[in-house]
Every structure is written in C-alpha cells, then in structure tokens.
T-cell receptor
Framework: EDQVTQSPEALRLQEGESSSLNCSYT??????LFWYRQDPGKGPEFLFT???AGEEKEKERLKATLTKKESFLHITAPKPEDSATYLC?????????FGKGNQVVVIP | DGGITQSPKYLFRKEGQNVTLSCEQN?????MYWYRQDPGQGLRLIYY???????QKGDIAEGYSVSREKKESFPLTVTSAQKNPTAFYLC????????????FGPGTRLTVL
C-alpha cells in the first residue's frame, strides 16, 4: 500500500528562520511527487511537481527537492504569509496518496 | 476568471437525510475528483471522473454517489448510508488524468446534527 509520511506535523518559525519540511514516501514506481499549500478552511493550491530524483524546483521562498525515498520543501527566510499547511502527495499505484500535512506558523 | 466553485460553503444535515454538494468548473478540464479531508488525516479520494458519463470509485466510495452529465459539473451526494459524513469535502479538476496538476475548489464543510 502506498504511504506518505510528513514531518514534522507542526512547526513554529520566527520570521526569517529558514527550515525544511520532510515528505517520505513508500510508493511502487513513483511517477510524480506533488506539493500543495492549504490555508485554513480553503482548498489546496498547487506548488510543485517533481518527477525524478535530483530534481529541484523553486518558487519565491520555497524550494522543493526529491530523492528516491523522500522530498524536502525548504522555506528560506519565511514571512508570516508563508503560514499554511503544506501537503505532499505521491503518484504511484494509479492514485495520489496524500500525507497528513506539515502545519507551519511563522511568527513576526 | 477560470476556476472551481463549490456550494454551499457550509452544510448541516440531520441524520438519515441525503444531501448533494455542488461542484462546477469552467477550466474545460476533462477529469474531476471528490476528496474528503478529516482532521489529522490526508486527503482521501471518494470518486473520480475522467470523462462525461463515466466515473470510478475511489478509496472511500461507500455511502456516496456521483453523476457526470456535463463536463463542467460533478455533484456529490452524501447518502444516509454514510455512517460518519461530518468532514470537509473538496472537489478538484485536472487537464487530463490525475497525474497532472489538480485545481481545487474552496471546499464544503458538512456537519451532521
């Protein structure tokens, strides 16, 4: 069974304090790894798709990387507006398997 | 602006009632999806549809039903057979299959009284 585990579950950062979120996956034949951002009470918003180990993608203060077993979402010099839950999803066995999310709070 | 709309935003249901959640998209996407989100759990797929008049069960389809009579619409009915329907329901669409970026609607929060 495909599994996606995200850690830490919750993270509090000071504004400007860089950190990384982890997404570990157990998927047979990974075809893609997705990152989404979700604000409270709203639908997820697409951030990145990664397809192969070694691939990296960036958007503003966010950078996503992929290895054969996990993906990282690096947040560089975060601002309060980066506060959100970040969802990871792995495309494996004809489904997207979602993790439970990393809840990030950035304190001014 | 293109996007996905879901209505209502909040829905309250008495036990034993069926309710229908609306999902409409104007992105001209072929594929549409329904997910359920519970606190402390990842999104779980209820149903998905790749084309009009065709849909498949996801991982937790029991107690739910859908229809896809128009490309832009994919309503979800939560039936009385669903034992624990209180949750946040998300509709999504994608251009092509699930392997492409999915665009999500704002969600409907269903509460059973």
């Amino acid at each position: 069974e495909d599994q996606v585990t995200q850690s830490p579950e919750a993270l509090r950062l000071q504004e400007g304090e860089s950190s990384s979120l982890n997404c570990s996956y157990t998927v047979s034949g990974l075809r893609g790894l997705f990152w989404y951002r979700q604000d409270p009470g709203k639908g997820p918003e697409f951030l990145f798709t990664l397809y192969s180990a070694g691939e990296e993608k960036e958007k503003e203060r966010l950078k996503a990387t992929l290895t054969k077993k996990e993906s990282f979402l690096h947040i560089t010099a975060p601002k309060p507006e980066d506060s959100a839950t970040y969802l990871c999803a792995a495309d494996g066995n004809n489904r997207l398997a979602f993790g439970k999310g990393n809840q990030v709070v950035v304190i001014p | 602006d293109g996007g996905i709309t879901q209505s209502p935003k909040y829905l309250f249901r008495k036990e034993g009632q069926n309710v229908t959640l609306s999902c409409e998209q104007n992105l001209n996407h072929d594929a549409m999806y329904w997910y359920r989100q519970d606190p402390g759990q990842g999104l779980r797929l209820i149903y998905y549809s790749q084309i009009v008049n065709d849909f498949q069960k996801g991982d937790i389809a029991e107690g739910y039903s859908v229809s896809r009579e128009k490309k832009e619409s994919f309503p979800l009915t939560v039936t009385s057979a669903q034992k624990n329907p209180t949750a946040f329901y998300l509709c999504a669409s994608s251009d092509g299959g699930y392997r492409n970026e999915q665009f999500f609607g704002p969600g409907t929060r269903l509460t059973v009284l």
